[in-house]
């Protein structure tokens, strides 16, 4: 599995799956969440309030992942991941792990080879850019073989410079 770093636009990006930092109610935001439904078109949407009125009645829970179309963006699908918010006083870490984790299996399962991740929880969820991509690194490189066999590359994408120099350091570290 081929790791790389990309600075730009998500939503413009060429991959067969884009991870949506989506919030737990799938029904679109601010952010990266906000820019996928407005790119994406409505049946992003319709195929999200369908996930919540059947599967996810309360609500996507922190750290797992649901599929939909990718509507008019570029891709196939987009892989929605809620990610905890930042707190100083609990270690959400493994939450935010499992964001990437299962964004992965969920690529795996329908057949996704190539796909694109945010920094999740770096942006109004507060956390940390540089702990955020470490862990996001982390959670990618050692994600199970079965996974790695099925997706043939990685692109993590940075929606600014101060975010494309945190990846491509996590990515440094990560082979150190």
């Known amino acids: 599995m081929k790791v790389e770093v990309q600075l730009g636009d998500i939503t413009s ?19 990266v969440d ?9 049946k992003i949407l319709e195929e999200c309030q369908r996930i919540r009125e059947h599967r996810y009645p ?3 829970p922190r750290g797992l992942a ?14 929605h991941t809620a990610g905890p918010i930042f707190s100083r006083g609990e270690d959400r870490s493994a939450i935010l792990a499992s964001c990437y984790r299962e964004s992965l299996k969920e690529a795996g399962r329908v057949g996704a080879r ?3 991740f945010p ?3 770096a942006g109004v969820y507060g956390w940390p ?15 199970p073989p079965d996974v ?9 994408v940075a929606f600014s410079p101060e975010v494309e120099n945190a990846w491509k350091q996590a990515l440094k570290n990560s082979k150190s």
């Open 148 to 156: 790695q066999e099925k997706i043939q590359k990685v692109i993590l």
């Open 66 to 79: 649901v599929t939909t179309t990718a509507g008019d963006l570029p891709a196939t699908w987009v892989i």
């Open 58 to 60: 309360e609500g996507l």
């Open 119 to 121: 920094a999740i929880s």
């Open 34 to 42: 906000g820019a996928i439904h407005r790119a994406g078109g409505p």
């Open 114 to 116: 190539t796909i694109a």
């Open 129 to 143: 850019v540089e702990d955020a991509t470490d862990i996001a690194v982390q959670a990618v490189l050692h994600s």
């Open 13 to 31: 990006i060429s991959v067969d799956a884009i991870v949506n930092a989506a919030n737990p109610g799938l029904l679109g935001g601010g952010g």
